[in-house]
Structure formats: C-alpha cells, structure tokens
DNA sequence: TGCAATTTCGC
DNA sequence: CGAAATTGC
C-alpha cells in the first residue's frame, strides 16, 4: 500500500457509536490521515438482510435522526458521512474500492452480532489487502474482561458490580478530535439519508416523538448536562416516581452511541462523585447486560434458566393487545403502555410494572413483551432488552424470582400517590384525586380491570410450582 | 428493584 | 395495639 500514489485515505465504519466525542476509532483514523497527509471518510451500512434481527419502528425513526446529526458533527471535523445499503461485505468492498481506502477503522462491537459484522467485514476487506483495525469499544470495560476469582464470567449483578466499580476503573474518555485542515477526501458514491426510508410514513407516527427526543449527539449531551445540574444526586431517592423529571433519559443516546458510557461516568463522577453511584449503578446494569449476552447470544429468546422452557404460558392474542394498546383497565399499566407508544419512552418503575403484569398476571410469553417493546422503545437495545425481560421474569441469570409479583394498585399507591402520572397518560380513568363527578362523565371510555390480581397472583404461584416436581410425589 | 401473613418489638 | 421485623411464596 505504501506504493500506491493515491493519498492516505482511511475509513472510519460506523454501528452503534454515533458519535463524535470519545471515539477511538475516529480519533485514530484522523491522527493516522494527519500523519500521512491524508483524509477521512466515514461510512454508516444499512444491512437489514445480515442483522440478528430486524430494527424496530422506534429505533428506526431514531437512527435516522442520529444519522442527520452525525453528518453535521462529522463535517465540522473535515470527515464526510456516506450512507450505503445492502450486503455488509460488498458495500464495505465497494467503498474501500472506489475511496482507494487504506485502512478501516470501527470500534470493536460490544454484542455477538457485531463482532460476527467485523468477521465478515474481514473477510470481505482481505483480498483487498485492506486490514480492519477494531479497538476502543462501547462499554466501560470490555464483555470478557471482568471475570470471577475463579476465571468464570460473573452471573449475578452484585459481585459484578463490585468488581467493575472497584477494580475496573473505566479509561478516560477521549476528547473529540481537532478537525482536518481543509482539503477532500476521494469521492465516494453513497445514498441519501432519505432512500433508506427509515422514517414513518402512512401514517407517520412519530410526532409524539419529535416533540419528546433530539437525537444525535448535540441533543445527548443537553441530555446530560441537565442532568449533571439538576437530578443525578437526588437520583437514588426520586428515581422511582414516574411522575417526577428524575431520570436522565439518556438511554436511547447510549443505545445509539451518541454519548459512551465511559463519558457519562467521568463527567458523573467528577461533579458529583459517591452521590453520582445510585445512578452509575444502572449503567452498571447496561454493562452486565452486555457481558450476559456475550455469555449467552440467544438471550432475546432463550430463558436462561433452562426449567422456562417449561413454563405454561398462555397463548391469548386478544389479551396481549389489549396490553400493548393501554387498555387493561389497570390505570398504572394503561399509563406506560401509552406513554410508551406516544414518546417512545417508558420510566423504568413503569416498565418494571407492565412486564411483570404481563408474565405474572396475564401469563403471557416475555418473549412477546420483549418484541414489544423491542419495536416501541427508542432505548431498545439488543441487550438491555432481553436482559430486563428475562429478570423481570425469573428466568434470568440474575432474576427476581418469580414469585415476586408487582400488584399494579399498590405500586400505584407507593410510586404514584397523586395519580398525576396515571392522569397524564390516561386521562379518562378515576386516578386518585380525580374530581370523580367529572370522571363519572367519561369513565364509561376507560375499560373495567380485565383480571383480579389477587386470583392472577395465585395462578401464578401455581404455574411456576408446575415447573418443579413435587417432593410429595416422587 | 414484591407482597402478604405472621411474629416480635416497644410503649 | 400499631409499627417494625421476619418469613415463605
């Protein structure tokens, strides 16, 4: 390559890291153009055909968004963006062939699908004597990196959340890189941001949406400075009341790579340090998430703990919809469900209450949840997703067991005492403190409770005592 | 990061 | 006798 009179050109391959600040990738692929007298290009490929599964509705409607912010971000450092779509090695091929790219450049994926991305990104770069250079990362500490005394893989979140805290302190994030002095990298041919027809649009349904998220990176770090001055230290004491503004709703800008992980821990700890870990804790539970789906690449649809497989679910259409669309008659359950499908967002207590209605109460699969929400969330990530589920449910490595099942009212009466949350996304049910003359006119609208959670709790109880044989009978 | 029944505590 | 701790699902 060194023959070649082209001019020093590398590519930088993006995934999920659409970002520009903490980049090793990008950082070295500039510091690389620099030293050689040469340019950067980025490429973002959309291979639908290769991906584990396909991206959901509100993740879709967000990437789009992300990719638009990207390329303003990106050509302020001087690096243009190319979008491309179709199969992973022959559009990797294509662009290295048409920029005369020297090296490739991404940071190493953090799940098993991206890790199998860069092996056949590889392959496909090979014959063209082109190498892939794959460092840096999405997580603090690396998926196989935080193992027990005896070389195993943590399974049970405490002890792993002892050893990151203690023992793994995160590398510093890198600043974002000085921009390239003028000049053009080679023309490469790429698509338009709106030919990957990402966005909603009979009917577009993002509207609530657009009014709830800025994606892209700008909006992670407005994201993150207001909650570095406002919520972070009251974080471990407010957190659970979904009425109040007391998380940071960064998780679909981590999802997406727009602000890494080991930024938002530095910038934590160093104005707000020991107040700062009841919220680090749950970025804690991203990584563990992670490092549980290297374990196990199936977790989106395999329960962890193999007696599930067993498990009598009940197979009612109808039911779950009426728990997708908001209509169980259960006000707290109605409110997340609604303002999920109109934001894209649900508060986490919430997202603790539905699922554990729909395993427990209704008996339902959490795979199906899974793929609810999987599609809904603009958060949902390949990860978290599954990991929560399987934990809400009792089939994970490190669950709640499951026979802890939330009853919706009291969660209702401890986390939403007002009913000013419930009345937010529901507006025609008789929260408590409804004036219940003007409720009376619209309650006939708001369905009655579709189960008693008493007799559903006992059903539950049962069918996970199926699961195991009984002593008597042995 | 559960709930409810039961026992013990503290006055 | 109500609050708090304990226990089992």
Not at 61 to 68: P, Y
Not at 133 to 142: D, F, I, R, S
Not at 357 to 386: I, S, Y
Request: charged share 20%; aromatic share 10%; net charge neutral.
């Amino acid at each position: 390559m060194s023959t070649s009179l082209a001019p020093y050109h590398a590519l930088v391959w993006l995934r999920d890291d659409l970002r520009t600040d903490d980049h090793p990738a990008l950082t070295e692929a500039i510091r690389l153009a620099r030293q050689h007298n040469g340019r950067v290009t980025a490429v973002y490929i959309l291979d639908e055909a290769l991906w584990s599964r396909p991206l959901g509705g509100a993740s879709r409607w967000w990437l789009h968004h992300s990719l638009a912010a990207l390329a303003d971000d990106l050509q302020r450092l001087g690096v243009p963006l190319v979008l491309r779509q179709g199969d992973l090695r022959q559009q990797l091929a294509d662009v290295v062939r048409q920029g005369s790219v020297q090296a490739v450049l991404c940071n190493r994926g953090q799940t098993p699908f991206l890790r199998r991305c860069e092996a056949a990104a590889r392959e496909a770069l090979e014959p063209l004597g082109c190498p892939l250079l794959a460092g840096g990362g999405e997580l603090m500490v690396e998926p196989d990196k935080i193992l027990t005394g005896s070389g195993q893989p943590y399974r049970v979140f405490t002890p792993f959340w002892k050893a990151l805290s203690q023992h793994h302190q995160p590398k510093a994030p890198l600043p974002e890189p000085e921009a390239l002095g003028p000049g053009v990298a080679p023309v490469i041919s790429g698509l338009t941001l709106a030919s990957l027809a990402l966005l909603p649009s009979t009917p577009d349904w993002a509207g609530g949406l657009r009014k709830s998220w800025q994606p892209g990176q700008a909006g992670a770090r407005r994201c993150l400075d207001a909650f570095l001055q406002g919520s972070v230290a009251r974080y471990g004491s407010q957190r659970d009341f979904p009425a109040q503004p007391a998380t940071s709703r960064l998780s679909p800008h981590l999802r997406f790579g727009e602000l890494s992980p080991r930024r938002l821990w530095d910038a934590v700890i160093a104005l707000h340090g020991a107040d700062g870990m009841p919220f680090l804790r749950e970025v804690g539970w991203r990584e563990f998430n992670h490092h549980l789906l290297f374990q196990w690449p199936e977790m989106a649809t395999v329960p962890l703990k193999p007696e599930f497989t067993r498990f009598p679910w009940r197979d009612d259409q109808r039911e779950f919809q009426r728990w997708c669309r908001g209509l169980t008659g259960f006000p707290i359950v109605d409110a997340g469900q609604r303002e999920l499908w109109q934001t894209g967002w649900m508060h986490n207590r919430v997202r603790m209450i539905v699922a554990s209605f729909l395993v427990k109460d209704l008996l339902l699969p959490w795979q199906w949840g899974e793929e609810w929400m999987w599609d809904t969330l603009v958060d949902a990530c390949p990860a978290n997703n599954p990991g929560n589920w399987q934990w809400v449910s009792g089939c994970g490595a490190d669950a709640a067991p499951y026979f802890r099942v939330f009853n919706p009212s009291l969660q209702a009466a401890k986390f939403d005492s007002d009913g000013l949350y419930q009345r937010r996304w529901v507006p025609e049910s008789a929260a408590p403190g409804d004036d219940l003359f003007a409720a009376a006119s619209t309650r006939r609208r708001y369905p009655l409770p579709m189960l008693d959670h008493g007799a559903a709790r006992d059903r539950a109880l049962a069918a996970l005592a199926s699961l195991k044989p009984d002593p008597d009978t042995v």
